[in-house]
């Protein structure tokens, strides 16, 4: 629950500009919720939405939102998409919410379940598919209010609160797709990132999603312990995840895993060459003008 404690001397807006209502959408997860602590209590004022990342991505591209925290692999698909601050969900090593269960040996996998929320994770997992073992499977979507036991896949990607929770089955392996990711590369994972249009007028949002995170990180322990009591999990548990398994702050490194990540998802397909990407407006109209 996001906490709605004004503190006025952390988190400052201009008063000289004029009430401008800025849609932002976070992930409805725990991982995000250090970025999203008390956000939707400051000036500019922000109506605040929380859904899964598949779905702000899509609500950003279509202007139901003016900025949200969406998939990092969305965010190399328009032309028109700039990032705001450097608040972002990362990883150094284990992820712990990001998981592939293989029912087969990685090298023998046919299928894969991606889980109907995820477009980054669903990019990474076909990548490493692909680099370390040449496999091309075939994809199949999972949706939300199912897990691993309702689909016969020879892998299933699951991410998010539920991806922490052990599966009831025994699989071949598992792999927690940051660690396999930063193991593979020596670069951290930038799962989402803070991300809007060209051209919106924030009137101060990229500085006050960054003050955010600040006063999140100051307040971690609070959310641990209330993700652990909402969700069933230890608090032990949610207080490693937030400070051990995540990281907040997009420097260097992260944007060198980004460029990385960008690279092989466009050599593997899962997104356009950067000298073919064009926003979604233009997309749309040629398509009207060919129709």
Known sequence: ???????????????TKPHQTIRVGAVSYLNSRPLVESLDTYQPEIALSLD???RLADQLAIGDLDVALIPSVEAFVDSDYKT?????????????????????????????ALDEGSRTSAALAQIM????????????????????????????????????FP??????????????????????FVFAMWTTRSGLALNGVERILQQ?????????????????NTL???QEMTQQYLTKNLYFKMGEAERAGLRLFRRLA???????????IRTRRHAATDSLARA
């Open 212 to 228: 955010a995170r600040d006063l999140g990180l100051e307040r971690i322990n609070e959310i641990a312990i209330d993700g652990a």
């Open 52 to 54: 899964v990342p598949s």
């Open 84 to 112: 705001v601050s450097d608040a972002c969900v990362a990883t150094h090593g284990p992820v712990l919410s990001v998981k592939l269960y293989f029912r087969v040996p990685p090298g023998k996998v046919k299928t894969l």
């Open 129 to 164: 598919l692909a680099e370390r073992y040449g496999v091309h499977p075939d994809r199949i979507q999972l949706p939300l209010n199912q897990t691993t036991s309702d689909t016969a896949a020879d892998a299933v990607l699951l991410i998010g609160d539920r991806a922490m």
């Open 266 to 276: 466009a050599e593997n397909n899962l997104i356009p060459r950067p000298n073919t």
């Open 167 to 188: 599966p009831q089955e025994t699989f071949h392996s598992v792999w927690d797709l940051g660690e396999e990711w930063v193991k593979w590369t020596g670069l951290p």
């Open 232 to 234: 069933g999990l230890p």
């Open 1 to 15: 629950m996001i906490s709605r404690n004004r503190n006025p001397e952390r988190m400052e807006a201009d008063s």
